[in-house]
């Protein structure tokens, strides 16, 4: 069962409601009815689950989605070694410590930082593309006026390539220092961002 086909069975739910209704009730039984196996049926089910509120059942899964909706990009990068680190996260830390969403969020991203780095899973642009996701998280808390963010790699470039899925642009990902502001004026106005990698130099 390709990624495509995953694709067309979360189309499928999303435009059958009595389709979508089985699957709450019963995830892993219609995924073996459409023909997945018991890897395909998790995978189903993470996917569904991270893109679907209703079909976040659990306490777990609701809160997977919303770590995946704010860090999105990193757990396209990091795509099952995301959910691994998001469980052994919340076996380790329990319940959310954190009243606030953007606190827990946070808080993850910062022991997934520290993992990838013992796991020695973060080298190339991974671990920039984490701290401009947690960079954006706290910058999207209204009571903030100020966040700035220093990369390794020219940040525009490597987010671009990620959220387009674009293999080409990010093959052209360079290490090239680079910084990200988010600013407002006055709490609870709309955040400003820009972002300003460092001049290539001429050779010869």
Known sequence: MSLSDIEQILTRLSADETLRARFVENPFALARE?????TGARQLRREAAARFDSFAATPRERRFVQVNKLLPLTHRVLR??????FDRYVVEHGAPAFAHLFGDVLHFAEYLEAKLKEDYLGSGWTLDLLRFEKARVKAADPRRRLVVAYFRHD??????????????????????????????????EPIRYAAF???????G
């Not at 459409?34 to 018991?38: F, Q, T």
């Not at 390539?161 to 988010?182: C, H, N, Q, Y």
């Open 34 to 38: 459409l023909g997945l196996s018991a």
């Open 197 to 203: 990698a460092a001049p290539r130099l001429r050779r």
């Open 80 to 85: 099952d070694r995301f959910t691994r680190y």
């Open 155 to 188: 940040i525009s470039r490597l987010v671009r390539g990620v959220a387009r899925k674009d293999r080409e642009a990010l093959l052209e990902v360079v290490v090239r220092r680079s910084v990200a502001f988010w600013w407002r004026r006055r709490p609870h």
